[in-house]
């Protein structure tokens, strides 16, 4: 994600260019619990508060009574190869909704078909290493001694 920059306007015609925006927002689930009107996002760096807001009013049209800003320095950490490596850095936006608004996340996944997904899983699972396992148990009974590597 990141900025563009457009080429420089020059004469003549026609001028066949499409403008994409250099703003992006990503809506966050939060860390730690915010109030029901509070919304946090990852933003463009080159985001001001004032960006923010006639974002989220003008595309969402979604009324904003204040836009906090944040800046979270990415960690270093150490590669397998022995290199320190920088994570990018991120904006946060913090935006306030008037009391009235509350804001629910999207529920993306029902933990009701998860669990049934996962039992399923788990029973396939069982028997296949059971099949798995009495194959072995046969090719052990004709060749006693042997590992099972070797009878293949």
């Keep these: ?9 020059q004469k003549g ?22 109030k029901p009107n509070v919304v946090e996002f990852h933003c463009s760096m080159e985001m001001t508060k004032e960006d923010v807001k006639n974002y989220i009013e003008k ?16 960690k270093c950490e150490r590669s397998e190869l022995g290199y320190v490596v920088k994570r990018d850095d991120v904006k946060h936006a913090y935006v306030t909704l ?9 529920k993306l996944f029902d933990n009701e078909n998860r669990l049934k997904e996962k039992e399923k899983d788990d029973k396939s699972y069982k028997e296949a290493t059971s099949e798995h ?20």
């Design 133 to 152: 396992k009495n194959e072995m148990d046969k090719l052990n009974k004709t060749t006693p001694g042997y590992s099972p590597w070797f009878t293949i």
């Design 13 to 34: 015609n026609p001028q066949l260019r499409v403008f994409l925006p250099n703003f992006w927002l990503k809506l966050v689930k939060p860390e730690l619990k915010h």
């Design 1 to 9: 994600m990141s900025t563009r920059w457009y080429p420089i306007y």
């Design 98 to 106: 008037p009391r009235y608004e509350k804001f629910e996340y999207p």
């Design 59 to 74: 595309i969402y049209k979604v009324p904003v009574v204040k836009v906090n800003t944040r800046i979270a320095l990415g």
